[in-house]
């Protein structure tokens, strides 16, 4: 490979580095998702490493975004491809090591790219050594006051502790074989059996994932992203559940006894003045899967700096489902805590396939999202309105029009590596599935995690590794280099184009102050199906939800994802930026 950062040519002038001043740039930057597995492969092994992403980090950096975020690259037996950790500061080998994190930071500083990491705390990996060490000890000894240890029910103690499920299915509880070889007490894991939830009402983890903390903003991470924010604390005696065959599966939000507990908010006050101490101040960025008004709770003055928005990833393409849900993130958001608005990630059906199914109830589309299609071998209803006159799916019609719509909304925006691309799902065969949900569960997430396409040729997976390398550890698809970074490179209608489009306007605009973090919102729907989003009367964000054309409003059209009509209507499908 060369030595340049990204081995294909740019179309665009370079970006000058524009790093967002002081400790507030969480509030409006656009956030770049890496799941570093499969971004970019270095050194030919057939999974993407922490130097592949620093030889890529170019694309970003041209793309417009302000910072990367990094999903798990620490030490970890990769039962849930890092998110079961280890080692929380250290880097896994597979990934490469401290020196080839810090040379990835110096090349984002060099770009001007923030870098996120991501922050475990409910759970560690069973092979994590206090928890081996637990093992060892045996029942009532110090070491298992670490995490969730009890005996089981029923006669010889072999009925869990309490009827909790597992988010990915089955019981929430595992029985260890004690030092002597007896059977012997349960440990909890809300996932999977490889990974033990933390007891964080032992007063020593507190300060344990204090120094985890400390340790890698002194690396250099200008935020940490707390996956399961709402998590951590347990209802005092684990108690047993109501109902536990209603839970909805994959989401801990279902279990009441197992998230969102008062105590909580005391971790992320610890946090938020480890946080603010640093110079310059550091971000708290939290996975917290609640309903808005819970959410909002989390980003008081002294907690976290902002909670993932999760509405927008279960809306349906629908005007009044994006309107409600736009409308309660914001009503919930803090005052000086911005929404993140994401409609892609590495948990959910991308959205170039996901718009472009039916159309289902909401209940129906949460699940539906979490995974269950687009690639878990489940039944799937053919599309209902979900595909074009010419018979091809509207899916990435409307995905380039969330795009841009996200991208227009006040506060951050977070998107998935691929989605400037508007990769679709891909349907992994089921014997090619690595998804620790998809033998428990039946749900595989996959699909999104596919390695991306660099280039054209084939060759390394489409210049994902080097020529020669180990097949990537998912499968790419046919086709997969006509999706390629190369190809859309050459395509001024693509994907690529309008999302640096999108990032070069939407940066002039908030340097020119046209636009702000906090502006005010309007919201309105008309009779066409049409989203009206108007920002404190200057800039207004229009999408075609429906199944005719809108009519614009007054102002000077910036920017569409799709082509107007001859009589300049904006299309079904198809969202506008306008400078009133």
Same mark, same amino acid.
């Given at each position: 490979m060369d030595e340049t950062p990204s081995d294909v040519p740019f179309l665009f002038p370079p970006v000058t580095p524009q790093v967002?001043?002081?400790?507030? %740039? %969480?509030?409006? =930057?656009?956030?770049?998702?890496?799941?570093?597995?499969?971004?970019? /492969?270095?050194?030919?092994?057939?999974?993407?490493?922490?130097?592949?992403?620093?030889?890529?980090?170019?694309?970003?950096?041209?793309?417009?975004?302000?910072?990367?975020?990094?999903?798990?690259?620490?030490?970890?037996?990769?039962?849930?491809?890092?998110?079961?950790?280890?080692?929380?500061?250290?880097?896994?080998?597979?990934?490469?090591?401290?020196?080839?994190?810090?040379?990835?930071?110096?090349?984002?500083?060099?770009?001007?790219?923030?870098?996120?990491?991501?922050?475990?705390p409910n759970h560690c990996s069973a092979a994590h050594p206090l928890f081996r060490a637990a093992l060892a000890a045996g029942p009532g000894s110090p070491?298992?006051?670490?995490?969730?240890?009890?005996? #089981?029910?029923?006669?010889?103690? /072999?009925?869990?502790?309490?009827? +909790?499920?597992?988010?990915?299915?089955?019981?929430?509880?595992?029985?260890?074989?004690?030092?002597?070889?007896?059977?012997?007490?349960?440990?909890?894991?809300?996932?999977?059996?490889?990974?033990?939830?933390?007891?964080?009402?032992?007063?020593?983890?507190?300060?344990?994932?204090?120094?985890?903390?400390?340790? %890698?903003?002194?690396?250099?991470?200008?935020?940490?992203?707390?996956?399961?924010?709402? #998590?951590?604390?347990?209802?005092?005696?684990?108690?047993?559940?109501?109902?536990?065959?209603?839970?909805?599966?994959?989401?801990?939000?279902?279990?009441?006894?197992?998230?969102?507990?008062?105590?909580?908010?005391?971790?992320y006050r610890r946090w938020r003045a480890i946080a603010d101490s640093c110079d310059p101040p550091r971000a708290l960025i939290g996975e917290v899967n609640l309903e808005p008004d819970r959410a909002g709770r989390y980003t008081r003055p002294d907690e976290l700096h902002q909670a993932f928005a999760f509405a927008f990833l279960v809306a349906p393409w629908d005007a009044r489902a994006w309107q409600a849900a736009g409308t309660a993130l914001l009503a919930g958001s803090a005052p000086k805590a911005p929404v993140t608005w994401v409609v892609d990630n590495h948990d959910v059906e991308r959205s170039a396939s996901r718009y472009g199914r039916v159309r289902e109830p909401a209940g129906d589309v949460d699940r539906r999202v979490q995974g269950q299609a687009g690639g878990t071998g489940r039944h799937v209803r053919e599309p209902v309105g979900g595909t074009d006159r010419h018979g091809r799916s509207r899916g990435p019609a409307r995905a380039r029009a969330a795009l841009l719509a996200v991208l227009g909304l006040p506060g951050a925006a977070y998107?998935?590596?691929? $989605?400037?691309?508007?990769?679709? $799902?891909?349907?992994?065969?089921?014997?090619?599935?690595?998804?620790?949900?998809?033998?428990?569960?039946?749900? =595989?997430? /996959?699909?999104?995690?596919?390695?991306?396409? %660099?280039?054209?040729?084939?060759?390394?997976?489409?210049?994902?590794?080097?020529?020669?390398?180990?097949?990537? +550890?998912?499968?790419?698809?046919?086709?997969?280099?006509?999706?390629?970074?190369?190809? $859309?490179?050459?395509?001024? =209608? =693509?994907?690529?184009?309008?999302?640096?489009?999108?990032?070069?306007?939407?940066?002039?605009l908030h340097a020119e102050g046209v636009l702000t973090a906090g502006d005010a919102v309007e919201w309105s729907v008309d009779d066409e199906g049409g989203l009206v989003v108007d920002r404190a009367g200057r800039f207004t964000l229009v999408l075609a939800m429906g199944e005719g054309p809108v009519r614009l409003p007054p102002g000077r059209l910036l920017l569409a994802s799709g082509t107007l009509t001859g009589d300049g209507l904006l299309p079904p499908d198809t969202s506008a930026w306008l400078l009133r």
């Open positions: 967002p001043a002081g400790g507030t %740039w %969480w509030r409006d =930057s656009v956030v770049y998702q890496i799941y570093p597995r499969s971004f970019a /492969d270095l050194d030919g092994d057939g999974v993407g490493d922490l130097a592949g992403i620093t030889r890529r980090l170019g694309h970003v950096a041209e793309l417009g975004a302000q910072a990367i975020w990094l999903t798990p690259f620490q030490r970890s037996p990769q039962a849930d491809h890092g998110y079961d950790v280890s080692d929380y500061c250290d880097v896994d080998p597979l990934f490469g090591d401290l020196a080839a994190f810090d040379g990835l930071v110096a090349q984002a500083r060099r770009l001007g790219l923030r870098v996120v990491v991501d922050l475990v070491e298992r006051a670490r995490f969730h240890f009890a005996p #089981g029910r029923g006669p010889g103690g /072999d009925e869990p502790p309490n009827n +909790w499920p597992s988010v990915f299915g089955g019981s929430a509880w595992t029985r260890v074989t004690e030092p002597d070889g007896s059977p012997g007490e349960w440990y909890l894991h809300m996932y999977a059996p490889e990974q033990p939830d933390w007891n964080w009402r032992d007063p020593r983890t507190a300060p344990f994932f204090d120094d985890v903390v400390r340790f %890698w903003f002194d690396r250099g991470a200008d935020g940490l992203r707390i996956d399961v924010a709402h #998590g951590l604390f347990k209802a005092e005696g684990l108690p047993d559940l109501e109902h536990p065959g209603a839970l909805e599966p994959m989401r801990l939000r279902a279990n009441p006894l197992a998230c969102d507990r008062e105590e909580v908010h005391d971790v998107l998935y590596q691929g $989605q400037e691309l508007g990769l679709p $799902q891909v349907d992994v065969a089921p014997q090619d599935r690595r998804d620790p949900a998809w033998p428990r569960l039946g749900v =595989s997430r /996959d699909g999104c995690r596919v390695p991306l396409p %660099w280039r054209r040729d084939p060759a390394g997976a489409h210049g994902f590794s080097p020529p020669g390398a180990r097949p990537p +550890w998912l499968p790419v698809p046919p086709g997969w280099g006509e999706l390629s970074v190369q190809a $859309q490179e050459a395509d001024p =209608s =693509s994907s690529l184009r309008l999302c640096r489009s999108a990032l070069r306007i939407r940066r002039e």
